[in-house]
Nanobody
Framework: QVQLVESGGGLVQAGGSLRLSCAASGRTFSSYAMGWFRQAPGKEREFVATINWNGGQTYYTNSVKGRFTISRDNAKNTVYLQMNSLKPEDTAVYYC?????????????????WGQGTQVTVSS
């Protein structure tokens, strides 16, 4: 069982930055792949980024490439999402998720555990 708690969301102006954190419980965190998803009002949840079990591989959706960076610290059981050059269209609830296979995962159905989400609002 893995419990995930996101933090770091908030209100920021366009062009600004935020860093989201996702703290995980459980001794098996380092074996999980991790992902970030987001859901804007009236839209479906969408994939943002994923990182494999040891942090050696990452992948991003096209709309955030070059602006967002996913990373992890297995000693701290935490995964991060550094978000730079934020745009109003990045406004959403951001969720972290854990996938037990340890490899990059891109679809929500591949993930086994989810956090409750943290709100990110980007004003224009």
């Amino acid at each position: 069982q893995v419990q995930l708690v996101e933090s770091g969301g908030g209100l920021v102006q366009a062009g600004g930055s935020l860093r989201l954190s996702c703290a995980a419980s459980g001794r098996t965190f380092s074996s999980y792949a991790m992902g970030w998803f987001r859901q804007a009002p009236g839209k479906e949840r969408e994939f943002v980024a994923t990182i494999n079990w040891n942090g050696g591989q990452t992948y991003y959706t096209n709309s955030v490439k070059g602006r967002f960076t996913i990373s992890r610290d297995n000693a701290k059981n935490t995964v991060y999402l550094q978000m730079n050059s934020l745009k109003p269209e990045d406004t959403a609830v951001y969720y972290c998720a854990a996938e037990s296979g340890g490899q990059l995962a891109f679809a929500s159905y591949e993930y086994d555990y989810w956090g409750q989400g943290t709100q990110v609002t980007v004003s224009s």
